[in-house]
């Protein structure tokens, strides 16, 4: 129980430091796993980042950009 608080509390603080939307979303399957994507747009020097955690039924997304 004290380690599901640390993980969404820590979550939430990226969350805010990075400025980042939350997007929480349930899904009809099982999964387990992290991902990271970087997508760079030249035309507008932007860098996209998304960072998702699957978690059993529930999927987390961060979304949040950073300018070059």
Partial sequence: MIT???LIAALLGFAVWKEAEI????TYSVLLGVLYD?????DENVIDHTFQIALICIVITFKWETYS
């Fill in 4 to 6: 599901t608080i640390l």
């Fill in 23 to 26: 997007i929480v979303a349930g």
């Fill in 38 to 42: 970087r997508e760079y747009y030249e």
